[in-house]
Nanobody, 123 residues
């Protein structure tokens, strides 16, 4: 059974950091593209970052570039999203998603999704 479980969300102040984790079970991440997405209330789900399955290359949305880092530890079957210098506009439910082979920043490219973890940035 393919499963993705996110953790690490919480309530933080502007400027703080959080690290989200996405643990995969039922499959190995080595051959999967992994994306992080977020959805704020009343807004569409948007791509934040992804890492490719082939060479581990990464891509970021302009809104998080320079502040967020996606990384993967295939030995632990885990993908991380390190979020620094958090802003109130980063408040959202964050989801990880997996797709065998190639995928990018569009949600409909991914077949497997976690349940999400809430990130709230507020003073």
């Amino acid at each position: 059974q393919v499963q993705l479980v996110e953790s690490g969300g919480g309530l933080v102040q502007p400027g703080d950091s959080l690290r989200l984790s996405c643990v995969a079970s039922g499959f190995t991440l080595d051959y999967y593209a992994i994306g992080w997405f977020r959805q704020a209330p009343g807004k569409e789900r948007e791509g934040v970052a992804y890492t490719s399955s082939s060479d581990g290359s990464t891509f970021y949305a302009d809104s998080v570039k320079g502040r967020f880092t996606i990384s993967r530890d295939n030995a632990k079957n885990t993908v991380y999203l390190q979020m620094n210098s958090l802003k109130p506009e980063d408040t959202a439910v964050y989801y990880c998603a997996a797709e065998f082979g190639i995928a990018g920043m569009e949600a409909d490219e991914y077949d497997y999704w976690g349940q999400g973890t809430q990130v709230t940035v507020s003073s």
